[in-house]
């Protein structure tokens, strides 16, 4: 149950290297490939936006149009960066840029290849469109996307609609139980993405399956939340997900949405121990779930006599990590978390948060935050820390 995001960069291509110099500036003259197929893509792009199958068909393969015609796209276009002529057509590079209405603030940024034929006549059209090399894959490229809108969700996914519809209802009961922790100032809204498998999960993250394995969910999105960058999407792994009980699949979809509302306030300052345990503790609040029942992994250890001398790393977080190392990171995140409310009361924890986030810089910001907002120390903290998971726990 990850919150770390994922970034989106677009950069250029050069063109035309086989073409002659022409002019006093030495440019290679325009390729007329190129500018005929942004034509073609802009028509299709546009077919696509005003739900006219028939137009979409004229410029080639109509296989997107089916697979995408269920998502509520408020924009849609490419960018042709390049294009190679092939025995048989031609090869373009473009960006492709878009927005789902009523969700994203920026255009969601991705690569692709396409693939073209050419008539006799000369006219270009469509035969394939594919993630380019190295770019994750996007969910219509998986299959037909179905649709589920909640009150402040959309689900989509390549399953059936009624599969998707539980997801809603996890949703919508997560936005609200959020709001009345971390604080309406938010969109107050979450995407989720249900692919078919633990690997659809990974290739939409462009990632092995191997980094995801028992992973429920993950939340990808920008630190800072600078506004120019699309919203989080919330990405679930089906084969983890339906090892679940009813409370579990709560706890996972509500600490995903955590991760969506405190996305501006969770910056290269904020350690993930502070970020993780914050959202499991969201996730945990109402389920009536003990210490000893929601932390059993470290539950373990501190009866085995090895209480943590300090709270976990970065590093102990990563996926591929021990699953035992990456459950105690976790529960000592979140135990962390639920001290601070025990202690100060959970508007401190959320200032505290907020504090941490707003540091210039990693080196400094839990220790001055303590200071300001908690009134204590960085040891004193860590040793309160030990004895309340030696308490809870022991």
Request: net charge positive; proline share 6%; with cysteine.
């Given at each position: 149950m990850?919150?770390?995001?994922?970034?989106?960069?677009?950069?250029a291509?050069?063109?035309?290297?086989?073409?002659?110099?022409a002019?006093c500036?030495?440019h290679?003259?325009p390729d007329?490939?190129?500018?005929?197929?942004?034509r073609?893509?802009?028509?299709?792009?546009?077919?696509?936006?005003?739900?006219?199958e028939?137009a979409?068909g004229?410029?080639g393969?109509?296989t997107?149009y089916?697979?995408?015609?269920?998502v509520p796209?408020?924009s849609f276009g490419?960018?042709?960066t390049?294009v190679?002529?092939?025995?048989?057509?031609?090869?373009?590079?473009a960006?492709?840029s878009?927005?789902?209405?009523?969700?994203?603030?920026?255009p969601?940024?991705?690569r692709r290849?396409?693939t073209?034929?050419?008539?006799?006549?000369?006219?270009?059209?469509?035969?394939?469109?594919?993630?380019?090399?190295e770019?994750?894959?996007?969910?219509w490229?998986q299959?037909?996307?179905?649709?589920?809108?909640?009150t402040?969700?959309?689900?989509l996914?390549t399953g059936?609609?009624?599969?998707?519809?539980?997801?809603a209802?996890?949703?919508?009961r997560?936005?609200?139980?959020?709001?009345?922790?971390?604080?309406?100032r938010?969109?107050?809204?979450?995407v989720v993405?249900?692919p078919?498998?633990?690997?659809?999960m990974?290739?939409?993250l462009g990632?092995p399956?191997?980094?995801?394995?028992?992973?429920?969910?993950?939340t990808?999105?920008?630190?800072?939340?600078s506004?120019?960058?699309?919203?989080?999407?919330?990405v679930?792994?089906?084969?983890?997900?339906?090892?679940?009980?009813?409370?579990g699949?709560?706890?996972?979809?509500t600490?995903?949405?955590?991760?969506?509302?405190t996305?501006?306030?969770t910056?290269?300052?904020?350690?993930?121990?502070?970020?993780?345990?914050?959202a499991?503790?969201?996730?945990?609040?109402g389920?009536?779930?003990?210490?000893a029942e929601?932390?059993p992994?470290l539950?373990?250890?501190v009866?085995?006599?090895?209480?943590p001398?300090?709270?976990?790393a970065?590093?102990?977080?990563?996926?591929?990590s021990?699953?035992?190392?990456l459950?105690?990171a976790?529960?000592?995140?979140?135990?962390?978390?639920?001290?601070?409310a025990d202690?100060?009361?959970?508007?401190r924890l959320g200032a505290?948060?907020?504090?941490?986030?707003?540091?210039?810089?990693?080196?400094g910001a839990v220790?001055?935050?303590?200071?300001k907002v908690?009134?204590?120390?960085?040891?004193?903290f860590t040793a309160g820390?030990r004895d309340?998971?030696?308490?809870?726990?022991?």
């Amino acid at each position: 149950m990850a919150g770390r995001g994922r970034a989106w960069s677009i950069g250029a291509v050069a063109l035309g290297l086989l073409a002659p110099l022409a002019g006093c500036g030495g440019h290679p003259p325009p390729d007329p490939a190129r500018t005929e197929v942004q034509r073609v893509l802009d028509r299709r792009s546009a077919a696509l936006l005003g739900h006219d199958e028939r137009a979409y068909g004229a410029t080639g393969t109509r296989t997107g149009y089916i697979r995408l015609r269920a998502v509520p796209l408020a924009s849609f276009g490419y960018r042709v960066t390049a294009v190679r002529r092939t025995a048989s057509g031609a090869t373009a590079d473009a960006y492709l840029s878009y927005r789902v209405t009523g969700y994203d603030r920026a255009p969601v940024d991705t690569r692709r290849t396409l693939t073209l034929g050419r008539t006799a006549d000369g006219r270009w059209y469509v035969t394939a469109d594919r993630p380019a090399r190295e770019a994750g894959q996007q969910l219509w490229d998986q299959g037909t996307v179905t649709a589920v809108r909640g009150t402040h969700s959309l689900v989509l996914g390549t399953g059936a609609p009624a599969g998707l519809k539980p997801f809603a209802r996890l949703a919508d009961r997560a936005v609200p139980a959020v709001s009345g922790a971390w604080g309406t100032r938010w969109s107050r809204r979450v995407v989720v993405l249900v692919p078919a498998s633990l690997e659809g999960m990974a290739a939409l993250l462009g990632s092995p399956a191997a980094d995801y394995r028992g992973i429920a969910a993950v939340t990808t999105g920008e630190a800072g939340g600078s506004g120019q960058a699309p919203a989080d999407r919330v990405v679930v792994n089906p084969e983890a997900y339906s090892t679940l009980g009813d409370t579990g699949r709560q706890v996972v979809v509500t600490h995903e949405t955590t991760h969506v509302a405190t996305r501006a306030d969770t910056t290269a300052a904020t350690p993930l121990w502070l970020s993780e345990g914050y959202a499991d503790w969201i996730g945990y609040l109402g389920t009536g779930r003990t210490a000893a029942e929601a932390a059993p992994e470290l539950g373990r250890a501190v009866r085995d006599g090895e209480v943590p001398r300090a709270l976990p790393a970065d590093a102990d977080f990563g996926f591929t990590s021990d699953p035992t190392k990456l459950a105690r990171a976790y529960e000592s995140g979140w135990l962390a978390c639920r001290m601070i409310a025990d202690r100060w009361g959970p508007a401190r924890l959320g200032a505290f948060y907020r504090a941490v986030g707003a540091h210039p810089r990693r080196a400094g910001a839990v220790e001055d935050a303590l200071g300001k907002v908690l009134g204590t120390t960085s040891g004193k903290f860590t040793a309160g820390w030990r004895d309340y998971v030696r308490t809870q726990l022991g």
